[in-house]
């Protein structure tokens, strides 16, 4: 019949209608397993186990504490040890060149921003410490950076004298010592105990490194003292090969306090190693021990009983005139760094003016500890202290004697 479809008809002209498929579930491959649509086989328990305890421990590693930094300042990216008994790393950049050798150690000290500042005294006068530590904050050009560490006698109430300091100086970077734990380090049986506790107020600056081993380079500033030069300068400077750096007072020669001919007969048998093998000069102009600069790491082990035996062999007793040790001086002649003359404490204000120094001493009334009759003396007080300290603080400040 004329226009009929005839399915069969189309087969040969290749054009066919799609016949629906049936959903059935594809059997098994009978050759090996495909990767690309087989689920990947699971790890032994083993390895799992393994992996989990590696992940652990190296997560537990990360609570270790930091051995070393690097510097992003630094263009060669170095690593640099830390110090374990500093609470802050330190800065690549050094303040002050340093021979190559001490790079590590050296860095650690020099490039720190932290200048240390120590004083001590038995006789503790709060008064006195403000105005050293105020007159050399104002004369820094950042007196954030620095630190002071203040010794007192161990009958003085540490917290109380601290926090008074505190309510003139909020800002400041202080801390009061008691002697008592200083005395115990120094002072051993092996030691010249009874010796070293005679003449402590005058050892103490030399003592320090023994008392606090984390310091290197640090300055000692006798207390009675005004500071109106800038103290940032004295850490810059290099010290070399020597330990301490300090002004020579050429009002005190070593021939006034020594005498030379037992020195001289001492130097002939050459009995100890530290006797200058060079003579002796008794117009040799002695160290001003007030304001010391000092690179502990140069110290020699033996230094306090260096002095001890000078002390013994020159037959010097506890009193002496203006507070000279001749058996310090002796202990470091010719072994110290002269800083320039401005550094140089004067006796008295009146002796020089506050231009042509950068020390000078403390003008105030002091606090009497003593019986002695010297002591108790009414000096005329100078006014240059009450630049640093105002009367309301010096009230808070001040002793009931």
Known sequence: MAGSYDPSASSGSGLSRRQPSLSRPRPPPAGPLRA???PPPRPRPALQSLAFGLIVFLGCLQFLPATH???PTDPHRNWIPLDPNRSQPISANSRTPEKEEHSAVTKQEADVGKLHIFSWMDCLDLRVLAVLANSTLSSS???ENIFFHFFVSETEDEKLSYYKLKVLLPRSNLEIIGLKEAKEKLISPASEGEFIESVLHEIVPFAIPSINA?????LYVSPNTIVKGNVEELFDVDLGSYAIAAAEDCNRRLGDYVNFEVLNGIQRTKAKTWVSDKPYDKDACLPDFNVLLFDARKLDNNLL???AWWSKILNLG?????QVNPAIALAFYGRYLKLPVLWK????????GENETNV??????KRVCSNDKDQQQNFDHGSLWKTYLTPKFDAVLSHTN
């Not at 404490?345 to 020089?352: F, Q």
């Not at 000078?360 to 009334?365: A, Q």
């Open 69 to 71: 930094f690097r510097d």
């Open 360 to 365: 000078l001493p403390f003008d105030g009334p």
């Open 305 to 307: 009983d260096v002095v």
């Open 36 to 38: 690309d649509i087989d």
């Open 345 to 352: 404490h004067h006796r008295s204000t009146s002796l020089v």
């Open 214 to 218: 984390r310091m290197n380079k640090f």
């Open 318 to 322: 506890t009193q002496r005139p203006n």
């Open 141 to 143: 050009r950042h007196p």
